[in-house]
């Protein structure tokens, strides 16, 4: 084993050798030493996304953090390659921002419920229907959705992006619990357009200030209040953390709702006894492998498919082969790089 190979299997090995068994873990050091070797190479950077499994996540990433986080770090890097370990819409991201670079997703399908959930001919329905109305568009939908809306947000910056704007009414999409979350916190009345009644004559009787869609994540749907009910009758003392991709009614039960890195940073800032993160399960991992003296619960049923897709074989095979290109068609990529942009400079 090469000195780098043995320095990276023995981080893994304190931090994974209860999960992953040894054999596993000397071939992904071997796998992440090979990738570190061509990253350097290749001038390249690989940013990645706090849902990635705990070994490509301890190993291989020169970022870490969540949507928001790695758009900016996307802007500001100045290697000649970006390697984005997450799903498409983030790589197309950060192809938005830095044209000039070379962005490889490591999986040719790397998907997002959300980001199917919406198209941009749906987006100019909804302007015609609601004219004048800012259009927030969530960083969870591919680039011509972007393209086609005023601003975009992420969970770390929703509510600050829609007070941003001083508006009567603001149309967000496509997440209809991210929207109802936001819409609590600003204390505005949503309203999904498939239950208005036609016509524009009713629509004004209803009282409203936002507009959602009806996407939602099919991870962070599942998780039910039932369960925050169950663990804390066993548990009373665990701290809830939720994604405000769940539901209103889970996130008003948990004891903390916020974007990856806010609950990755709140367990990191609080000395609880235990927590549950309703989150991807991957990101418990995540934290568990680092901080063994935290007590991390998992109430895991579903793993995020698309993350999932991402692995340190496909990461290698993405630098040796070039693949699989990020490309935005530039009349798009500079109505998108509008929106993205506008977003980062609310800070
Ligand atoms: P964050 O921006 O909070 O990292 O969320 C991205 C995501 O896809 C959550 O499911
Ligand atoms: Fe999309 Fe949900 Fe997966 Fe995040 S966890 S990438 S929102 S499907």
């Given at each position: ?86 799903v498409k819409f983030m790589a ?216 999932n897709e991402i692995t340190l ?35």
């Amino acid at each position: 084993m090469k000195i780098e190979a043995e320095t990276i299997y023995k981080d893994l090995s304190q931090k994974l050798l209860n999960i992953v068994p040894d054999s596993e873990l000397r071939h992904l050091a071997e796998l992440a030493c090979e990738i570190n070797q061509l990253k350097r190479e290749k001038n390249a950077i690989i940013l990645c996304h706090n849902y990635m499994t705990p070994a490509l996540f301890h190993s291989v990433a020169d970022i870490a953090g969540d949507s928001l986080e790695l758009s900016r770090k996307a802007a500001q890097t100045d290697r000649d390659i970006i390697v984005f370990c997450g799903v498409k819409f983030m790589a197309e991201t950060a192809k938005i921002l830095s044209p000039e670079k070379t962005v490889l997703l490591p999986a040719d399908k790397a998907g997002c419920s959300l980001a199917e959930s919406i198209t941009a001919a749906d987006v100019r329905m909804l302007k015609e229907r609601f004219p004048g109305v800012p259009v927030v568009t969530y960083v969870n939908t591919y680039a011509d959705v972007k393209a086609e809306c005023d601003i975009c947000c992420t969970s770390g910056n929703a509510v600050a992006v829609v007070e941003s704007l001083n508006a009567d009414t603001v149309i967000f999409l496509p997440d209809e619990f991210l929207a109802k979350n936001v819409a609590a916190e600003t204390g505005k009345h949503i309203i999904l357009p498939s239950l208005l009644p036609g016509g524009s004559e009713e629509e004004t009787q209803i009282e409203y200030q936002m507009i959602g869609w009806e996407g939602r994540c099919e991870v962070h749907e599942i998780f039910s209040v039932q369960d925050i009910i169950n663990v804390r009758k066993s548990f009373p003392d665990a701290v809830i953390l939720a994604h405000p991709e769940c539901s209103p009614e889970v996130t008003q039960a948990a004891d903390f709702s916020g974007s990856t890195s806010a609950m990755i940073n709140h367990v990191e800032e609080t000395s609880a006894p235990r927590y549950l993160l309703l989150t991807e399960c991957a990101m418990s991992d995540n934290i568990a492998s680092a901080r063994p003296d935290k007590e991390i619960m998992r109430l895991c049923r579903v793993r995020c498919p698309h993350m999932n897709e991402i692995t340190l074989e496909g990461t290698l095979n993405a630098l040796k082969y070039n693949r699989y290109v990020i490309e935005v068609p530039e009349d798009i990529r500079i109505r998108a790089e509008r929106s993205v942009v506008r977003m980062l400079q609310i800070g």
